[in-house]
């Protein structure tokens, strides 16, 4: 169907006879059919190998087709009937220009896309044939951390379910916990899945590390934070020496996660603050005390710092969170929605933490790694520009960057990448992009993919809903998948409104209205 005419590093040129890819056009075989289209793969001979070249980019010169190529990889020739086997990506010999350049079949598109042995899920058809499988190599893609990048109303969610999903079915023994901030993901996991929220989360003031205290307890800025972290750090660490656990310990620092009583830090910093030798006046004192008196009686905070949450509970919290064992529910939802926006992040952050420090402390034991998905991930990795220095932040870059080393996995799930921490994306191994529609959103995906993918990137902006270019370590070559459709039950309930037949609806209203403001009042309890 044409010649190789310019051969260069990543990218070369190839001249179509558009006579040839007419004809072809017309074939039974959607891939041949599409050879040479934008965006579609083509091969030629090197030596005793087949490369296999991607379309980027197609001009009419004078009454040739030129179009622009990446080399994706090369495949064995089977000696007999010349079919392609054996496909891995990279490239050992480039093709001299004047090479004849032919379309891809079917049958070479199963050859280069099909999984081999190792343990993988299928999440979708190859684009453009209708059988072919797109697999996804799952230790590949969690030992290196993915991401999932997409703007609204692309499927996004349903994607990430969908992935989760055949996860969770190939490792039934798996433990993977979800940070879900908008109360979605619940209905897509009621039979596979623990189901938390601030009504059975149950999750220990006490877990918090000092930098966790400090963002709760602590209200002030500048020079007088610095005064009352101080004086908290000695009264919290007071506070957990009168436990009994503190004697089996020794010395204790203020990090350590031994349960104490906030009646006892109150009565603590009360004394404190009445001490003659103490070095500042009672202003630090008065407002740490106001802050924690404010929180132990605000209803909303209960999940977290009611007082029944004082014994010594920290291994059934793991043990229920991160699925130890998981009794055929690997993954857990934590629904975040329902937690008040001052403490959202920090609660994001004790949990991300935990599923560190395990991961480090368990170092010598049985190894059981855990996978951390995280939705919205912009708002709890923010980018240098919204930075706001919140440990939840600091946290999920330490996962991102050392992670992997302690079986830690990272799965951070967007609609707006150039918000996220330039240095947390560059980590993520696998790129799973949807259709993205900011033009600086497209351009920080680009800078964050390999090379050899850059021609499928170009095809972002114009993806349909459902479907999907995967770059990176889980997959054989940089592939566009459409997402297989998911059962009613297995969705999450992110469907949008539908104003047109929604506001044709009335009655009713007056007790919806009570119902909803008593729920308002009451603050969901």
């Not at 392609?84 to 050859?111: A, C, E």
């Not at 007088?224 to 204790?252: H, P, S, T, Y």
Request: proline share 5%.
């Amino acid at each position: 169907m044409g010649s190789v005419s310019a051969v260069g590093g990543a990218s070369s040129e190839i001249i179509l006879d558009p006579a040839a890819t007419n004809v072809l056009s017309t074939s039974a075989d959607p891939a041949v059919a599409a050879s040479g289209t934008m965006g579609s793969q083509v091969k030629m001979r090197s030596g005793q190998a087949w490369l296999i070249a991607n379309v980027r980019a197609l001009r009419l010169d004078g009454s040739k087709l030129v179009a622009q190529v990446d080399f994706l990889g090369e495949g064995d020739e089977e000696r007999l009937t010349g079919k392609l086997y054996n496909f891995r990506r990279g490239v050992t010999r480039y093709p001299t220009p004047g090479t004849p350049v032919f379309p891809i079949s079917t049958s070479d598109l199963k050859q280069i896309y099909s999984a081999d042995d190792r343990a993988h899920i299928e999440v979708g058809n190859v684009y453009p044939t209708r059988d072919i499988r797109g697999a996804l190599y799952v230790d590949a893609m969690l030992g290196k951390h993915f991401a999932l990048l997409g703007s609204t109303g692309t499927g996004k969610s349903t994607s990430a379910a969908l992935i989760l999903h055949r996860i969770c079915e190939l490792s039934p023994q798996g433990h993977i916990v979800m940070i879900d901030p908008h109360g979605e993901y619940s209905a897509a996991f009621k039979t596979n899945g623990a189901l938390f929220d601030v009504s059975n989360l149950a999750m220990p003031y006490w877990l918090m590390n000092f930098e966790e205290h400090c963002e709760v307890f602590v209200t002030t800025q500048g020079s007088d934070r610095q005064v009352d972290a101080d004086i908290l750090a000695k009264c919290v660490l007071m506070a957990k020496q009168k436990n009994r656990l503190a004697a089996e310990f020794g010395k204790l620092t203020v990090d350590a996660p031994i349960p104490y009583l906030l009646s006892d830090l109150t009565t603590i910093i009360q004394n404190e603050m009445g001490k003659m030798d103490k070095a500042t006046d009672t202003a630090p004192y008065l407002r740490l005390k106001s802050k924690i008196d404010e929180i132990k009686g605000d209803p909303r905070y209960a999940f977290m710092f009611s007082g029944m949450l004082v014994s010594d509970t920290m291994a059934s919290f793991i043990s229920r969170i991160f699925r130890l064992p998981s009794d055929g529910k690997p993954i857990s939802i934590i629904d975040v929605s329902g937690v008040p926006s001052e403490i959202t992040s920090v609660v994001v952050a004790v949990l991300s933490r935990m599923v560190f420090d395990h991961a480090i402390w368990s170092r010598g034991e049985a190894q059981r790694p855990i996978l951390l998905v995280c939705e919205e991930a912009h708002r709890y990795v923010p980018n240098e520009r919204n930075a706001d220095g919140s440990s939840v932040g600091r946290i999920l870059s330490r996962i991102a960057k050392e992670g992997r080393k302690y079986g830690v996995s990272l799965g951070l799930i967007t609609q707006r990448p150039s918000d996220l921490a330039e240095g947390v994306l560059s980590q993520c191994g696998t790129i799973i992009a949807m259709r993205l529609n900011n033009d600086r959103d497209q351009a920080f995906v680009r800078a964050a993919m390999p090379e050899g993918a850059r021609g499928f990137l170009d095809a972002i902006p114009a993806l349909r809903n459902r479907e999907c270019i995967m770059v990176g370590e889980g997959v054989a070559t940089p592939v566009r998948v459409t997402f297989d459709s998911l059962s009613e039950d297995k969705r999450p309930a992110s469907s949008d409104p539908v104003f047109s037949q929604l506001w044709r609806q009335t009655g009713g209203e007056d007790a919806s209205l009570e119902r909803t403001i008593r729920k308002w009042r009451s603050q969901g309890r």
